[in-house]
T-cell receptor, first 113, second 112 residues
Framework: NAGVTQTPKFRVLKTGQSMTLLCAQDMNHEYMYWYRQDPGMGLRLIHYSVGEGTTAKGEVPDGYNVSRLKKQNFLLGLESAAPSQTSVYFCASGSPLAKNIQYFGAGTRLSVL | QKEVEQDPGPLSVPEGAIVSLNCTYSNSAFQYFMWYRQYSRKGPELLMYTYSSGNKEDGRFTAQVDKSSKYISLFIRDSQPSDSATYLC????????????FGTGTRLQVTL
């Protein structure tokens, strides 16, 4: 049972390059989330989605875009990467029918040079 | 001021010790309280889940919530080296798409 799968696991970008992080979940959860984790800052919510075709901004949305075209997938895009976006990115999914517990992927380590 | 405050540690204890990890919060609307464990270079995994005030026990782990004081705790009995990880408290304000508000995490090291 895969749970939440994130690809890629590692990536190095140059400033100004773009990329997309993919999150896939096989638990039929309605809600999906993208977080970034930085030392001393904890996990901060970037964007989230409460269903297919819907997205909303979290705490730190600037510089990121998201899309949820299918219920099982949630994509995070960086249009023009900046060094400040060097971080570890985590995707999570959850459901109000499952006690609102969020299940996390293994993370993507991104370095922007 | 952050909604959830958590001492970042690091906390170092000998094997077999009782560990107490704590978080305080300011938003009285938080209803669900969780503890996640995160091993180095891994994603957070749910350890304990409680709803409203009270205690919950699961093996060596006990989660405690005191809503009147806005204070939650996680106790680990007979700590093991395998408990060495970062422990994150998290809370949900229902009606907000189940968004979690996290503490910054406490790094725990259990030594032999």
């Amino acid at each position: 049972n895969a749970g939440v799968t994130q690809t890629p696991k590692f990536r190095v970008l140059k400033t100004g390059q773009s990329m997309t992080l993919l999150c896939a979940q096989d638990m039929n959860h309605e809600y999906m989330y993208w977080y970034r984790q930085d030392p001393g800052m904890g996990l901060r919510l970037i964007h989230y989605s409460v269903g297919e075709g819907t997205t909303a901004k979290g705490e730190v949305p600037d510089g990121y875009n998201v899309s949820r075209l299918k219920k099982q997938n949630f994509l995070l895009g960086l249009e023009s990467a900046a060094p400040s976006q060097t971080s570890v990115y985590f995707c999570a999914s959850g459901s109000p029918l499952a006690k609102n517990i969020q299940y996390f992927g293994a993370g993507t380590r991104l370095s922007v040079l | 001021q952050k909604e959830v405050e958590q001492d970042p540690g690091p906390l170092s204890v000998p094997e077999g010790a009782i560990v107490s990890l704590n978080c305080t919060y300011s938003n009285s609307a938080f209803q669900y309280f969780m503890w996640y464990r995160q091993y180095s270079r891994k994603g957070p995994e749910l350890l304990m889940y409680t709803y409203s005030s009270g205690n919950k026990e699961d093996g060596r782990f006990t989660a405690q919530v005191d809503k009147s004081s806005k204070y939650i705790s996680l106790f680990i009995r007979d700590s093991q080296p395998s408990d060495s990880a970062t422990y994150l408290c998290a809370m949900i304000n229902t009606g907000t798409a189940s968004k979690l508000t996290f503490g910054t995490g406490t790094r725990l090291q259990v030594t032999l």
